[in-house]
T-cell receptor, first 114, second 111 residues
Framework: NAGVMQNPRHLVRRRGQEARLRCSPM?????VYWYRQLPEEGLKFMVY????????ESGMPKERFSAEFPKEGPSILRIQQVVRGDSAAYFC????????????FGQGTRLTVV | GENVEQHPSTLSVQEGDSAVIKCTYS??????FPWYKQELGKGPQLIID?????GEKKDQRIAVTLNKTAKHFSLHITETQPEDSAVYFC??????????FGAGTRLTVKP
């Protein structure tokens, strides 16, 4: 999974603040996925983006959560007005092909809401 | 949508023994089945994958088998080593659906 860069690695936010998580895909990859992982649990799909387009956001809560993948720059997962239940590890994966193809993960951002 | 189930949730083996992890999927359109290894504090690492036009694939001590009729696929690790200890995830996806993961198997290899 070398090449998918996520930052920050750790993020602490107070309740009500905004969290911004960044993901730079591997070179040449135009497909990005975001997953959420609670401790001792599996990876839950949140959103799938291609450059400048949201393809599938069915796993993302409709309120407070948003994602983008602009033409230039990293993909951003934004969580507004964070609550304690948002505390989790958020992983980004990039793919050269998208659905039905291989995907490579970053090291994740561990969000703690205090 | 796709539903992936994974068993067992925990697996403990003696060093040198084999380990087998099994997954089932629900969407007959799924055509890509990767396996990931996740070590503590790290992101999932792709270790092997298989496509629906292949029944078995091997890479050194790791092999994956796929039974499309029964909709199940398995990960086989032979000659296990302590460094194989990690959480392993199976996943399934198709050309029309995003990757969905099993709940994970925590493998412990005792020296």
């Amino acid at each position: 999974n070398a090449g998918v860069m996520q930052n920050p690695r750790h993020l602490v936010r107070r309740r009500g603040q905004e969290a911004r998580l960044r993901c730079s895909p591997m070179k040449g990859h135009s497909h990005v996925y975001w997953y959420r992982q609670l401790p001792e649990e599996g990876l839950k799909f949140m959103v799938y983006l291609q450059k400048e387009n949201i393809i599938d956001e069915s796993g993302m809560p409709k309120e407070r959560f948003s994602a983008e993948f602009p033409k230039e720059g990293p993909s951003i997962l934004r969580i507004q007005q964070v609550v304690r239940g948002d505390s989790a590890a958020y992983f980004c994966a990039s793919s050269p092909k998208g659905r039905g193809g291989e995907a490579f993960f970053g090291q994740g951002t561990r969000l703690t809401v205090v | 949508g796709e539903n992936v189930e994974q068993h067992p949730s925990t697996l403990s083996v003696q060093e040198g023994d084999s380990a087998v992890i099994k997954c089932t999927y629900s969407d007959s359109a799924s055509n890509y089945f990767p396996w990931y290894k996740q070590e503590l504090g790290k992101g999932p690492q792709l270790i092997i994958d298989i496509r629906s036009n292949v029944g078995e694939k091997k890479d050194q001590r790791i092999a994956v088998t796929l039974n499309k009729t029964a909709k199940h696929f398995s990960l086989h690790i032979t000659e296990t080593q302590p460094e194989d200890s990690a959480v392993y995830f199976c996943a399934a996806s198709s050309n029309n659906n995003d990757m969905r993961f099993g709940a994970g198997t925590r493998l412990t290899v005792k020296p």
